[in-house]
């Protein structure tokens, strides 16, 4: 089996992986920032308890870019089908 195609195919992969682990996120942020502003707009008093909740889940939705990042690495970089071809 020709190694160059798997390499090819794992870096395609990868890229995809990456633009998707960067985009959707992005999105997710920008829906929940919205959504906030909107209830900060209606119940003002509220601002102390949205606002931690705005950041907890933003924080969970960058995790969700940050382990995207890890697997593209490892597949760029560590890749697993490397091995099981080359034996």
Not at 12 to 24: D, H, I, R
Not at 48 to 75: H, N, Q
Request: hydrophobic share 60%; glycine share 6%.
């Amino acid at each position: 089996m020709n190694i160059g195609w798997i390499v090819f195919g794992s870096t395609v992969a990868a890229a995809l992986a990456m633009a998707l682990g960067a985009m959707l996120p992005a999105f997710a942020m920008g829906k929940a920032i919205s959504q906030a502003l909107d209830s900060l707009a209606r119940q003002p008093e509220a601002e102390g308890s949205i606002t931690r909740t705005l950041f907890i889940g933003l924080a969970m939705i960058e995790s969700l870019a940050i382990y995207t990042l890890v697997v593209v690495l490892i597949i760029l970089f560590r890749n697993p089908l490397l091995e099981y071809v080359l034996k």
